[in-house]
């Protein structure tokens, strides 16, 4: 099998972490040479090797791992010396979550056929399955030291090493392929993406551009070496060539949503929601089969105050895919900021039934609940005991059950939550004004005043 069908053969089971509790039961004993049938001639036994070969590829592509380790071990105990069948091994081991077996089939397999790089990336590979980052870094360095004008073995480390968020190996990895292919446009561009990756960000422009400018290449290359750039940029906090770069991006290359909700996301961090939406709009009409897009354009034309537009695309994404929690939030916020409190209420609820482990559910529900008429005091207080269990360090949870407290009247208990509520978070005013209300309510107009002396200072500092 080849090493990018290896590669997708392992990456399938490197987070199964149980497979190391059940490995008796799965994997299947190794066959001994005495096992083998030792009267076959050398010619039958390679004829038989052959067609368990082809056996064990046609197990592995039919994910049966256990029987096709057994076929490549069956296979090896008759030409021991083959490297393919001790790698095809490696292979199924590691398919089957044996890393251990895997990594010592690809070490034999490496010393039976030094010359070829795939049995040490694979050993790399398992060595990160197994946790075991000095033997990772060790095979690193003997490919580095083997294979240094093998292009093609480092570019394949960078993209694992970066998938794995390993980026400065990866970084080192791209280096390596950059220099042997004597700085090509591809390796550049890849070059330039981990550079953006580990933060190494003028690096990353300086080769971005350099690829962007270069009208001899393909528009494709370019728009993505733009997007780079453009990302770089927005890491810096350069916010204008940032959005110069990806519109760029966008004109070389207009057939990927990469950079269209790369630029739609800048102009909603600087609250330009009607750019935003232009440009969602314009991915839309380009890329028309892109779910990607339908959420965030349906959030910006809600804060772009284009309400029914932005339900519409909502709804139409839950269509398609109804289990997407984020646009049950945005039909809420949009309920909300049209003061249709049913509409915010019955969203977050539909949301809680099918999600009922999404983040400040309860926090959400409470809010809603507080914007109808009557608010449903009982249900909010529930809803916020619900909360508090779940997430004891929000603030905002402790300074929801104060208000509803002060609403009913019962001021003594708004104290405890809202005091709690100013421990979290000291520099929000919001807790010391409805703590200096119950203060007030309760008579004690020395700690009130005190309180209301807090909330003006906070607001005096901090930023307009």
Known sequence: ??????????????????????????????????????????????????????????????????????????????????????????????????????????????????????????????????????????????????????????????????????????????????????GSPASRLQLAVLENTAGAYEDSIRNGIAIEQDHSLPNELRGSAAGIAGLSYESLGQTEPAIRYLKEAIELDPSHDNSYLALADLFEQAQRYPEAVEILERARANIPGSMNILLPLGADLICAERYREGIAILNELLRQSPETAEAYVGLADAGRRMGEAAAEANALQTLERLRPDYPMIHVLLARAMLNRQPPPYPKILDELSLAAAKAPGDPEVFYLQGKVYFALGRYEEALAPLQKSIQLRALDPAPYYQLAKAYQKLGKTELAHEQFERVRYLESVSPK
């Open 1 to 182: 099998m080849s090493l990018t069908g290896a590669c997708r053969f392992i990456a399938a089971f490197v987070r199964c972490g149980f497979f190391a509790a059940i490995a008796a039961v799965l994997w299947p004993p190794v066959v001994s040479a005495a096992d083998c049938d030792q009267s076959l001639s050398r010619q039958e036994r390679v004829s038989r090797f052959k067609d368990l070969d082809q056996n064990a590829e046609s197990a592995m592509r039919g994910r049966r791992y256990s029987e096709a380790v057994q076929l490549y071990q069956e296979a090896v105990c008759l030409v021991p010396d083959s490297p393919r069948g001790l790698y095809g091994l490696g292979m199924a081991q590691a398919a089957a979550g044996n890393f251990l077996g895997a990594r010592d089939s690809f070490q034999a397999s490496d010393r039976l056929q030094p010359t070829a790089p795939s049995p040490l990336i694979m050993q790399a590979r398992v060595n990160f399955s197994l946790h075991d980052m000095d033997a990772l870094k060790s095979n690193l360095r003997d490919i580095a030291l083997r294979f240094p004008n093998d292009a093609e073995a480092h570019e394949t480390l960078a993209r694992f090493l970066a998938e794995q968020n390993l980026f400065v190996l990866a970084l080192g990895e791209a280096l390596r392929s950059t220099q042997v292919r004597n």
